[in-house]
């Protein structure tokens, strides 16, 4: 299957995950690769590619800064996505409990908005928590490929 991994960061943490979910997908037998939201046009987006987005919160539960300009775009895009498929991986800290892990769920409900189908479960890392971010993004990552049928 062909992916492309998205990735939204602040401190680079979503960028980490990004790059270790793709090297295990290229070691598999999958083609992925990965782009920071900022140098991504929704235009570009595909039904022929699987999508996995990576997105921290930063502020009161917002976008991180390099996912700003895309979502800028992407709030006036006026494609129909139907037919896209993506999975979606949110980091936040529950210590930010109002707001924990929204910066992800802005990007999702624009993709639902506009037609794109998410598959597998929600994947979250709690920076309050001990697990590695790029582990727990490891343990989600099998089932959301069973989910997409690759
Ligand atoms: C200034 C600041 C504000 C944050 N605000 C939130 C927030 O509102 N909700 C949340 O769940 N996490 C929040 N976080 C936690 C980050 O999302 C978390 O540390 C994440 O792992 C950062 O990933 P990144 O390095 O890819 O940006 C905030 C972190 C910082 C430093």
Redesign the pocket.
């Known amino acids: 299957m062909d992916i492309t991994v998205l ?11 990004a790059q270790d979910l793709a090297d295990k997908l290229n070691e598999g037998e999958h083609s992925a690769e990965v782009v920071d939201l900022q140098d991504f046009d929704p235009a570009d987006f595909t039904a022929d590619r699987f999508y996995l987005v ?9 976008l ?2 390099t996912a700003q300009p895309f979502y800028e775009r992407f709030a006036g895009f006026e494609g129909d996505l139907s037919g896209l498929r993506y999975a979606m991986f949110g ?6 409990e ?6 992800s769920e802005i990007i999702d409900r624009r993709l639902a908005e506009l037609g794109a189908e998410r598959v597998g479960e929600y994947g979250r ?3 309050s928590s001990w697990d590695l ?1 790029s582990d727990v993004a490891l343990e989600w990552l099998p089932g959301v490929l069973e989910a997409a049928g690759a």
């Open positions: 990735y939204g960061t602040e401190s680079g943490n979503s960028e980490l995950i990576v997105c921290s919160t930063h502020g009161e539960g917002e991180p800064n980091l936040g800290d529950t210590f930010y109002e707001t924990y892990s929204q910066g890392h709690d920076a971010p």
